[in-house]
């Protein structure tokens, strides 16, 4: 039975009172659109024959339209161009964009079944997927962009060791400086992607259970106080605040967004950070305030993306991969909670994050 006689007998089967023998015509109608794959048959006279579910959402047509012709009702210039291509070459499978589903893309396969003389058309929603080919790569291009910086400054600064720096002992230093800061970037780099990758595989399970984040809280700033003592961290943060997290997870999200603060709150050689946290509704809302030079309104949110760096003279100065934020989002998001960023008054940035207290 051809691909056409087994759908014809598939629709018949609908006018008909629940014939026992057409249940697999029915499976596959429902295969075919609870997995989203349109389907059209056009006859002879180029109108439209058959139209299932998927296909009327994609090409924003009715029931009604079956008997109009294909050119007058489909809307996408590709998929006409394909109907008419395909009855010099009986079959076609192209990508198209442009239909009624807005930016959608589809992969389309179109039949000419000469002995009965109609079309037949198969189309599958590829947005999803071209989008997660385009975030792959766009993180590799990346990722290879990002170590070969540290890489080329390391191997630069070496050979001119070798060449004769080595015999200055001030220059000499002033390589090797360049050397460890450059491995030590690296070091960050691969410790951030394995800490994003391993979160975005979905491998990394968490614990979540009511905790007292205090403790936790004082650790993070005292830690991070002794590493840079000239740093003015202001913690007002009630005693046993109990929040639904995984204690690994939250550590991770205060610290990355405290030593940002640290990093790009400066403003004048001085450095004034607050933390603090106060209830919302069911949530408790964590907020990190620093007097820095803030962030532009229109990348506030794209700080969030992987390697996303705002591009001004003093962030780039700072040692930094861009992944920090995508780690603090991802793990903010695995414990039901929200992250955003506003502006704070005067100046500087406000980093909050939200999670459950129950
Ligand atoms: P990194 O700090 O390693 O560059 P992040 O993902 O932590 O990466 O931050 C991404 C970018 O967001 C930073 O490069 C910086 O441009 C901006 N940013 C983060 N925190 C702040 C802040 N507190 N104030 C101003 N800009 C910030």
Redesign the pocket.
């Known amino acids: 039975m051809s691909f056409l006689d087994f759908f014809k007998k598939k629709e018949s089967s609908f006018q008909q009172p629940e014939p026992t023998n057409n249940s697999s015509a029915r499976d596959l109608s429902g295969i075919l659109n609870s997995v989203g794959v349109g389907l059209i048959i056009i006859d002879e006279n180029d109108c439209l024959l058959e139209l299932n579910e998927s296909s009327m959402g994609y090409l924003g047509l009715s029931k009604n339209t079956i008997g109009s012709k294909a050119v007058e009702v489909i809307k996408s210039v590709d998929l006409i161009n394909l109907i008419k291509q395909v009855k010099e070459s009986t079959n076609q499978v192209e990508e198209i964009s442009g239909t009624h589903a807005g930016d959608k893309n589809f992969l389309v396969s179109a039949t000419y079944d000469e002995e009965n003389q109609e079309t037949q058309i198969v189309m599958m929603d590829t947005t999803r997927s071209n989008r997660l080919e385009s975030v792959r790569r766009d993180f590799i291009t990346n990722l290879s962009h990002e170590l070969r910086t540290p890489v080329s400054v390391i191997r630069a600064n070496s050979e001119s060791l070798i060449d004769g720096a080595l015999e200055d002992e001030e220059t000499a230093k002033k390589f090797s400086t360049a050397i460890l800061r450059n491995a030590e970037k690296l070091t960050r780099l691969l410790s951030d992607i394995l800490n994003l990758s391993t979160l975005e595989s979905g491998e990394y399970t968490l614990d979540i259970r009511s905790t007292n984040v205090t403790p936790i809280i004082n650790n993070v700033v005292s830690n991070l106080k002794e590493a840079n003592p000239s740093i003015d961290m202001q913690v007002t943060i009630n005693e046993d605040l109990m929040v639904m997290c995984d204690i690994q997870a939250f550590e991770q999200v205060m610290t990355?967004l405290i030593e940002?603060?640290i990093?790009?709150?400066t403003t004048d050689n001085s450095n004034t950070l607050s933390i603090g946290a106060k209830p919302v509704g069911q949530k408790m809302r964590f907020e990190i305030e620093?007097k820095?030079?803030?962030?532009p309104p229109g990348e506030r949110k794209r700080?969030?993306e992987r390697f996303?760096?705002?591009q001004?003279k003093e962030?780039l100065e700072?040692?930094?991969?861009?992944?920090?934020?995508?780690i603090?989002k991802n793990l903010v998001h695995l414990m039901d909670g929200s992250v955003g960023?506003e502006q704070a008054h005067p100046n500087?940035?406000i980093?909050w994050f939200t999670l459950n207290i129950e």
């Open positions: 990355n940002n603060g990093k790009y709150g620093d820095g030079q803030g962030i700080v969030f996303y760096r705002v001004e962030v700072n040692s930094g991969t861009g992944l920090g934020l995508s603090v960023n500087g940035t980093f």
